[in-house]
């Protein structure tokens, strides 16, 4: 059995040897070094002020009273631990049998803790306890724990340590110890609770930094906006950039140029009663959604909500980019158009067709008996529109049911020679200088030799009614596609018609492919020769592209692909699929 002591330990602890910590160690930088001291030095004075100089400083008779607080904690140093644990379970943990795991778990916390207190009591100067406390506050687990824990977690070291002063120490050197002892917990509580403060303001700045940075790297623009006035108190990059976009970077914008302005100020005047209106509907319901509201060149569907900070509220707006979705639906709605159009124009071409080849055999019937030139003349006039309206119907038919393209290895350069050889008595290409710039080494193509020849014809003549009444040149081009050139891995090459003509305006240049959708004067085409070349492009799995200025010319480039490369993927993809 064992005795209590007047203290209330069981036995009292070895004295005289130096207690080492078994906690991983600490390494403070100096900037840490430096915050403890000075904090440390400001609680000093304070406590100083407080109990007087006898009591807590750093004069040689304070030093001594400290050694002897530090003196009898060692002594009782494990009865002290044990009644410290004993008076935590009972406050803080309770009685489970997971808190009392806890409490085993907490006790090597505990020594560590007491040692190192013990440390700073003979050397005032000794901050280490504080370097773990501050850390701890910051990432172990008083930053889990409530700064109330902390403040009871201490008030039981304080009684237990004034117990065992008073059992065993009286008179006026017991008063000195015990006012130290306290003056010396209060430091330390005094200590986390600036960490505490700091610790916290840390992980505020670090909240703050994390919500600013989502914002601000968030794809979507995103606008913080005062309630009522409407100005914009915050936006992102996303919106930065939008805005830059829009003016089409005719100078950079920067936040504090677009902060402060009102919303309202940075759409155009048709669309700002619409703004203001949805601004309206976010402070009386709560929140807002506007679709496809046009940004410049773009479209945003806009959601906006009313948020709650404290006692403060704003607007927040994000715009979701729906540009490629608008461009797909009007995609959709012009293909079903042109579906619905091109069984139209195969029903029209049927129609006409016949009674348009009755009229030409009867006109050419009547033609053979004439013998007045003038009527001649007419008839042959008469001939020459039926054969114009002829082409025009075949261009709908095919059009409206294209035929499969019968694809194999190409040799281009031929078929470009031969296709120069056609057009060379035809009278469009009067004074036009045609020179082709043909790759000697050039890949044969996997297409439709006849398809190719009819989208070159196409590209040629449409370069001649765009030539300049002199000096003017076409070129056809051909090369090689170079390592590295396009995201494309397989070997292609590149076909290019290039004249130096009137050149297509740059508003007109996204829908030349249109069906029916022509610059020439009424007369002079449908508008169904481009919109062809495409179609017939795509079905030989190329691309078309026109690159066009006003005054200088158009370019337009065609990409197939090399037959050697085509042929192996297909052989390749035939020989998986069995």
Same mark, same amino acid.
């Not at 013990?118 to 724990?145: F, K, S, W």
């Not at 016949?354 to 033609?367: K, R």
């Not at 297509?504 to 007369?523: M, N, Y």
């Given at each position: 059995?064992?005795?209590?002591?007047?203290?209330?330990?069981?036995?009292?602890?070895?004295?005289?040897?130096?207690?080492?910590?078994?906690?991983?160690p600490?390494?403070?930088?100096?900037?840490?070094?430096?915050?403890?001291?000075?904090?440390?030095?400001?609680?000093?004075?304070?406590?100083?002020?407080?109990?007087?100089?006898?009591?807590?400083?750093?004069?040689?008779?304070?030093?001594?009273i400290?050694?002897?607080?530090?003196?009898?904690?060692?002594?009782h140093?494990?009865?002290?631990?044990?009644?410290?644990?004993?008076?935590?379970?009972?406050?803080?943990?309770?009685?489970?049998?997971?808190?009392?795991?806890?409490?085993?778990d907490?006790?090597?916390?505990?020594?560590?803790?007491?040692?190192?207190?013990?440390?700073h009591l003979?050397?005032?100067?000794?901050?280490c306890?504080?370097?773990?406390l501050?850390r701890?506050?910051?990432?172990?687990?008083?930053?889990?724990?409530?700064?109330?824990?902390?403040?009871v977690?201490?008030?039981?070291?304080?009684?237990?340590?004034?117990n065992?002063?008073?059992?065993?120490?009286?008179?006026p050197?017991m008063?000195?110890?015990?006012?130290?002892?306290?003056?010396?917990?209060?430091?330390?509580?005094?200590?986390?609770?600036?960490?505490?403060?700091?610790?916290?303001?840390?992980?505020?700045?670090?909240s703050?930094?994390?919500y600013?940075?989502?914002?601000?790297?968030?794809?979507?623009?995103?606008?913080?906006?005062?309630?009522?006035?409407?100005?914009?108190?915050?936006?992102?990059?996303?919106?930065?950039?939008?805005?830059?976009?829009?003016?089409?970077?005719?100078?950079?914008?920067?936040?504090?140029?677009?902060?402060?302005?009102?919303?309202?100020? #940075?759409?155009?005047?048709?669309?700002?009663? /619409?703004?203001?209106?949805? $601004?309206?509907?976010?402070? +009386?319901?709560?929140? =807002? !959604?506007?679709?496809?509201?046009?940004?410049g060149?773009?479209?945003?569907?806009?959601?906006?909500?009313?948020?709650?900070?404290?006692?403060?509220?704003?607007?927040?707006?994000?715009?979701?980019?729906?540009?490629?979705?608008?461009?797909?639906l009007?995609?959709?709605?012009?293909?079903e158009?042109?579906?619905?159009?091109?069984t139209?124009?195969?029903?029209?071409?049927?129609?006409v067709?016949?009674p348009?080849?009755?009229?030409?055999?009867?006109?050419?019937?009547?033609?053979?008996?004439?013998?007045?030139?003038?009527?001649?003349?007419?008839?042959?006039?008469? #001939?020459?529109?039926?054969t114009?309206?002829? /082409?025009?119907?075949?261009? $709908?038919?095919?059009?409206? +049911?294209?035929?499969? =393209? !019968?694809?194999?290895?190409?040799?281009?350069?031929?078929?470009?020679?031969?296709?120069?050889?056609?057009?060379?008595?035809?009278k469009?290409?009067?004074?036009?200088?045609?020179?082709?710039?043909?790759?000697?080494?050039?890949?044969?193509?996997?297409?439709?030799?006849n398809?190719?020849?009819?989208?070159?014809?196409?590209l040629l003549?449409?370069?001649?009614?765009?030539?300049?009444?002199?000096?003017?040149?076409?070129?056809?081009?051909?090369?090689?596609?170079?390592?590295?050139?396009g995201?494309?891995?397989?070997?292609?090459?590149f076909i290019?018609?290039?004249d130096?003509?009137?050149g297509?305006?740059?508003?007109?240049?996204?829908?030349?492919?249109?069906?029916?959708?022509?610059?020439?004067?009424a007369?002079?085409g449908?508008?169904?020769?481009?919109?062809?070349?495409?179609?017939?492009?795509?079905?030989?799995?190329?691309?078309?592209?026109?690159?066009?200025?006003?005054?200088?010319?158009?370019?337009?480039?065609?990409?197939?692909?090399?037959?050697?490369?085509?042929?192996?993927?297909q052989?390749a993809?035939?020989m998986?699929?069995?």
């Amino acid at each position: 059995m064992k005795l209590s002591l007047a203290c209330g330990c069981c036995r009292p602890s070895k004295s005289k040897i130096h207690r080492e910590t078994n906690d991983p160690p600490i390494e403070a930088t100096p900037e840490e070094l430096l915050a403890i001291r000075g904090q440390l030095a400001e609680i000093e004075q304070s406590l100083s002020r407080l109990w007087g100089e006898t009591i807590w400083s750093r004069t040689p008779e304070c030093i001594q009273i400290r050694a002897e607080a530090a003196d009898l904690i060692d002594r009782h140093f494990d009865g002290i631990v044990d009644q410290w644990g004993e008076a935590i379970t009972a406050i803080i943990h309770g009685h489970s049998q997971h808190e009392e795991n806890n409490r085993k778990d907490s006790k090597d916390t505990m020594v560590n803790s007491l040692i190192r207190f013990i440390d700073h009591l003979r050397d005032p100067d000794n901050v280490c306890t504080y370097v773990y406390l501050r850390r701890h506050c910051q990432e172990g687990m008083l930053a889990r724990a409530k700064p109330s824990q902390f403040n009871v977690i201490h008030i039981a070291l304080k009684q237990i340590v004034l117990n065992h002063i008073k059992s065993t120490m009286t008179g006026p050197a017991m008063e000195r110890v015990r006012d130290l002892m306290v003056a010396a917990i209060d430091e330390r509580r005094l200590m986390v609770s600036q960490f505490y403060i700091e610790s916290r303001e840390r992980m505020l700045r670090e909240s703050e930094e994390k919500y600013r940075n989502t914002i601000d790297h968030a794809p979507d623009p995103m606008y913080e906006i005062e309630p009522h006035t409407w100005v914009v108190m915050g936006l992102n990059a996303a919106a930065l950039r939008l805005h830059q976009l829009e003016t089409e970077h005719d100078h950079d914008h920067s936040k504090m140029e677009i902060i402060g302005k009102t919303v309202p100020d #940075l759409v155009p005047p048709e669309l700002r009663q /619409s703004v203001v209106d949805s $601004l309206e509907t976010v402070l +009386r319901d709560g929140s =807002a !959604q506007t679709q496809e509201f046009p940004v410049g060149p773009f479209f945003f569907d806009v959601n906006s909500a009313l948020i709650t900070y404290g006692k403060k509220q704003f607007i927040q707006m994000i715009l979701r980019d729906v540009t490629q979705r608008r461009e797909m639906l009007d995609s959709l709605l012009k293909a079903e158009r042109l579906a619905a159009a091109g069984t139209f124009a195969a029903g029209v071409a049927h129609e006409v067709n016949n009674p348009l080849a009755s009229i030409s055999s009867l006109v050419q019937s009547i033609l053979t008996g004439e013998k007045d030139p003038e009527r001649r003349t007419t008839m042959h006039t008469i #001939l020459s529109q039926i054969t114009r309206i002829s /082409s025009t119907l075949k261009d $709908l038919v095919n059009f409206a +049911r294209p035929t499969t =393209a !019968q694809r194999k290895p190409v040799d281009v350069n031929g078929l470009i020679a031969e296709t120069l050889r056609l057009i060379t008595y035809n009278k469009r290409f009067s004074g036009i200088r045609v020179e082709p710039i043909l790759a000697p080494d050039l890949r044969r193509a996997f297409a439709d030799d006849n398809e190719i020849q009819q989208v070159l014809l196409n590209l040629l003549f449409n370069a001649a009614d765009a030539a300049p009444a002199e000096g003017a040149v076409i070129k056809v081009i051909t090369e090689n596609q170079r390592p590295g050139q396009g995201g494309d891995k397989s070997r292609r090459i590149f076909i290019k018609v290039v004249d130096n003509g009137i050149g297509i305006p740059r508003e007109h240049l996204e829908r030349v492919f249109d069906p029916f959708f022509t610059t020439k004067p009424a007369g002079a085409g449908v508008g169904l020769g481009l919109s062809l070349c495409q179609r017939m492009i795509l079905s030989n799995q190329g691309t078309i592209r026109v690159d066009s200025e006003v005054g200088r010319g158009t370019a337009v480039t065609i990409t197939l692909g090399a037959a050697e490369e085509t042929v192996r993927a297909q052989q390749a993809a035939e020989m998986a699929a069995s």
